[in-house]
């Protein structure tokens, strides 16, 4: 070997460890960022205007309208939930892209394209909570929540936990569920140029996570939309869902446990 070949060679291995070093200090920026936006969310419910308007509340099924204020302060506490409790299970999607822009653009600081994929990926899941929102005014408007926010009849409840348990073994889920599961699949299929690209490659995620969640989080309606146990445990649903092997096959499994509340709620409750 030449010393041309030498210092080529260790020209490429500095080079090699650089990019290494970049990869984890992204890691662990990411995973921060997650951890910090999640808990400004939970501060949020639990300290924000939301709490002490519950508090003033105390008999929440006294119907609430569709007026302004009534919105004003459903919407943020379902954006606060929504993005504190999917962020998490996008972690695998956005460390995976993080990875990708650095090992593809070694010398440029990925942390726009980052924040970019993650703002679409929050932009969808507002749209959805803003929807929640206007759907919790109008049952609250019909007094058809109790006062911990759920529904008040038990039919009602039984027949959204068997919607869940229909779509948990859907083909929509199924596919949904896949491009979720798959992150390097996905990004091989949905990843685009330039910036408004990459706010579109995070929409696109987010839609697929909507498509795979929507009806598991309509069930905040039969648990209590700010029930804390509920909440957890579907962000744990949630996140195992996407982490599993497809051949676990937890959607069948899911699917069975929600016929099974159905009916404990309809017949024993």
């Known amino acids: 070997m030449t010393d041309s070949e030498r210092a080529s ?3 490429a291995g500095t080079e090699a460890a650089l990019v290494e070093r970049l990869l984890r200090q992204d890691r662990l920026v990411v995973a921060a960022s997650i951890c910090a936006v999640v808990t400004l969310c939970i501060a949020y419910l639990v300290y924000g205007p939301s709490m002490p308007a519950m508090d003033g509340m105390p008999d929440m099924a006294m119907p609430v309208g569709f007026d302004r204020a009534s919105f004003l302060w459903l919407a943020p506490m379902w954006i606060a939930m929504m ?3 999917m962020l998490p299970s996008a972690a695998p999607m956005l460390l995976l892209f993080a990875r990708l822009q650095r090992v593809s653009y ?10 970019l994929f993650a703002a679409g990926y929050v932009l969808v899941w507002a749209g959805f909570s803003l929807a929640a929102a206007f759907l919790q005014a109008a049952f609250s408007g019909q007094a058809w929540l109790s006062d911990d926010m759920r529904l008040q009849s038990r039919g009602a409840q039984a027949a959204l936990l068997v919607i869940a348990a229909l779509f948990e ?11 979720c599961r798959s992150p390097a699949q996905f990004l091989a299929d949905h990843r685009h140029p330039h910036r408004l690209g990459t706010l579109r ?3 696109e995620h987010g ?3 909507i498509g795979c969640c929507a009806a598991l989080m ?12 509920m909440i957890g445990g579907l962000a744990i649903v949630v996140l195992v ?27 024993w409750r």
């Open 83 to 85: 993005v504190g409790m």
């Open 9 to 11: 060679f260790r020209l």
């Open 207 to 209: 839609l697929f996570c």
């Open 201 to 203: 490659t995070g929409a």
């Open 218 to 229: 309509a069930l905040l309606f039969v648990g209590g939309v700010m029930n804390p146990l």
């Open 106 to 115: 070694p010398a440029k600081n990925p942390a726009n394209e980052i924040l």
């Open 241 to 267: 869902e996407k982490i599993a092997p497809a051949s676990w096959r937890l959607e069948r499994a899911i699917a069975l446990a929600l016929v099974a509340m159905a009916a404990a709620v309809y017949f």
């Open 169 to 179: 073994i859907s083909p929509l889920k199924a596919t949904c569920l896949d491009g």
